[in-house]
């Protein structure tokens, strides 16, 4: 009889997901009522697709909204995380990098617009831009692109 172990090694990337996906089963999720379809894990946003529109949650006074707190002082919320990679840059001069993760259908391609439309938004915002001027090249791309 011959016997065969086997040996998985993991991607950091994909222990990241497996913690993640540990925390979420393991833990007892708080939904906010503003957004219920998102959740922190100590700083991590773990959101789920709503498919649909949810009028309000990712408009000009949202991002006015986070732009103004600290990450945990808001419900759980993309921008809220964006605002946190916008003060690291500007404030620590830290680089930064967002890992946006999930299955076909999940919402990364809207999340990075998302996040892409914040860090827009607070750099014209940064620039002195007139509110009337602040819609740029690369926010017109970031739009069509929806």
């Known amino acids: 009889m011959v016997s065969m172990s086997f040996s998985i090694s993991l991607s950091p990337f994909q222990q990241i997901n497996q913690t ?9 999720l708080k939904m906010s009522s503003h957004a219920p379809h998102q959740t922190n894990i100590g700083s991590i ?21 986070y732009s ?4 945990g002082e808001l419900p759980p ?8 990679c916008y003060r690291c ?9 967002v890992l946006i993760s999930g299955e ?7 999340s990075t617009k998302l996040l892409l439309q914040f860090l827009s938004v607070m750099s014209q915002k940064s620039a002195g831009t007139a509110p009337s001027e602040r819609s740029t090249r690369v ?8």
């Not at 949810?54 to 006015?64: F, K, R, T, W």
């Open 139 to 146: 926010e017109q791309a970031i739009v069509q692109s929806r």
């Open 89 to 97: 840059l500007w404030k620590r001069h830290d680089s930064q990098c």
């Open 45 to 65: 946003l773990a959101a789920v697709n709503p498919y649909k529109q949810i009028p309000g949650l990712y408009d000009p006074a949202a991002v006015d909204l």
């Open 104 to 110: 076909s259908g999940a919402g990364k391609t809207e």
């Open 77 to 84: 919320h993309i921008f809220a995380v964006a605002n946190e």
């Open 20 to 28: 993640i996906i540990s925390a979420v089963k393991k833990t007892e």
């Open 68 to 71: 103004r707190h600290h990450l």
